[in-house]
């Protein structure tokens, strides 16, 4: 038997803009430690061997961050702090509830397009 896969993963954001970039970065000196803490709470409730937290560059929203992306779903949180990284594991990872206040707004993540489609809309298919 294999080793089964994750039921989520977990992406944030480890963008860091020099000072003076006209962009915001998710990662200041108070969010610095978001991704430990929630590695670390993953592992206190023992659920990180099916819950995966990926660091990752830039997930394109830097005026809401701190940003984290679960999948599957295409879910992103937006200004996440260590309170609503708790309540992301405990309603969302564990009991299967999405934190809708948390949620980025459909005006800045609207459904996804496939690649073709964008192809089309650019003219380039």
């Known amino acids: 038997m294999g080793q089964p896969q994750p ?9 860091s803009s020099p000072p003076g970039m006209p962009k915001p970065s998710c990662v ?8 430990q ?10 659920i990180i ?5 990926i660091q990752t560059s830039c997930l394109g ?10 999948e599957p779903g295409h ?3 937006v200004a996440v702090d260590k309170p609503a ?10 009991n ?16 996804p397009i496939q690649p073709l489609d964008m192809m089309k809309q650019m003219g380039r298919a």
């Open 75 to 77: 879910y992103m949180y």
């Open 49 to 53: 061997a099916t819950v995966q937290p």
């Open 96 to 111: 299967g509830n999405p934190v809708e206040e948390l949620l980025i707004r459909e005006e800045f993540w609207d459904k």
């Open 7 to 15: 039921a989520f993963y977990i992406f944030k954001c480890q963008q």
């Open 61 to 70: 929203r830097c005026n809401l961050g701190p940003i984290l992306l679960v």
């Open 85 to 94: 990284i708790d309540r992301i594991i405990e309603e969302h990872i564990i």
């Open 37 to 46: 803490y929630l590695a670390q709470k993953l592992m206190e409730k023992g």
């Open 28 to 35: 200041r000196p108070d969010t610095r430690d978001h991704f």
